[in-house]
């Protein structure tokens, strides 16, 4: 389905350092979305990119990936591409498949398309996308609007995989199908043809502590739900099959008091173990995206209760 870009799906790769991904990736290879552990980077010797808006980088003020690599590809980005033995194709490595890493990878594959400046369609994509992808989904749309209802079914192929557990099995195959469905269904929204879901919304309420909540997303875009119920700190918690959990730890914006990233080394601290890392921004972060975490619930819980008692 892509026709230039050589994507390379690879969600069993543990995050790298920028140097490291320069010495693993050929020429003309970019970082996308948290395969590199780092800031945004550009190295003119490869060309190497990194595109990241998790780490090292105040994330309000970041923009989403796939916001970046526009803002690249439309500055001159596949200028610079080397000819390595008769290939200029972009390279782009990724270890995650959602709303922001399939809308890079539609970008990137499409340079023409995203480099016209007065582009409404695809500029307006990238607007609600990068807000939302920003704010982890925080930001304040109303779940009844037209564009949120389009970007839903867009996204579909990966909040139903992200909801059956799919992301926990590491199946690169598995990642490749929902970054082309995904991009197949851009492909007709930018052509006039996206349909509309409404959002499932549903969650429930695990634990309730002092400004924040420890929530299961029960919906497809349970956390949605949780922030138009006015709750703006949170862990989301998700069991696997294997006994380990995923767990995301986030807050709407950093005027909300909740140390994230206080609770996030807490935890490294507790579980000790390197292939289960956790990772992120002062405003959102999580657990392994590969391995998860085997911390009890409970210990999630009293953990981030601890940290928040600190703060006042």
Not at 66 to 74: F, L, V
Not at 88 to 96: G, S
Request: charged share 20%; hydrophobic share 40%; net charge negative.
């Amino acid at each position: 389905m892509l026709s230039i870009l050589d994507l390379r799906v690879e969600p069993m790769t543990h995050p790298m350092g920028f140097t490291e991904f320069c010495q693993y990736a050929p020429p003309n290879s970019s970082a996308l979305d948290g395969f590199v552990a780092c800031g945004p980077r550009y190295d003119p010797m490869g060309p190497w990119w990194c595109f990241n808006h998790h780490e090292e980088v105040e994330r309000l003020y970041t923009r989403a990936t796939c916001t970046q690599i526009a803002m690249a590809i439309r500055s001159g980005m596949y200028q610079q591409l080397r000819d390595t033995r008769g290939n200029r194709r972009p390279i782009a490595f990724v270890n995650d498949c959602d709303q922001d890493v399939c809308t890079a990878v539609w970008c990137m594959d499409n340079p023409d398309a995203t480099a016209q400046i007065i582009n409404p369609l695809l500029n307006r994509l990238l607007t609600i996308e990068d807000n939302l992808d920003t704010t982890a989904g925080a930001y304040p749309y109303a779940p009844d609007m037209e564009i949120i209802q389009e970007m839903a079914w867009i996204f579909e192929p990966y909040t139903r995989f992200r909801a059956s557990g799919g992301i926990s099995c590491r199946n690169a195959s598995d990642f490749r199908g929902v970054i082309e469905d995904v991009y197949a269904r851009i492909g007709q929204y930018m052509v006039g043809r996206c349909q509309r879901i409404e959002l499932d919304t549903h969650y429930r309420t695990i634990f309730a502590g002092r400004g924040w909540s420890a929530i299961e997303e029960l919906g497809l875009h349970g956390r949605t739900g949780a922030y138009h119920d006015g709750i703006k700190a949170y862990l989301s918690i998700k069991e696997r099959t294997n006994g380990a959990h995923d767990v995301v730890v986030g807050r709407t914006s950093p005027f909300i008091p909740f140390p994230v990233a206080s609770i996030l080394a807490r935890y490294n601290d507790i579980e000790a173990d390197v292939d289960r890392r956790w990772g992120g921004s002062d405003m959102i972060g999580g657990s392994n995206r590969a391995n998860g975490t085997m911390l009890s619930v409970d210990l999630l819980i009293e953990t981030a209760a601890t940290a928040v008692a600190t703060m006042f």
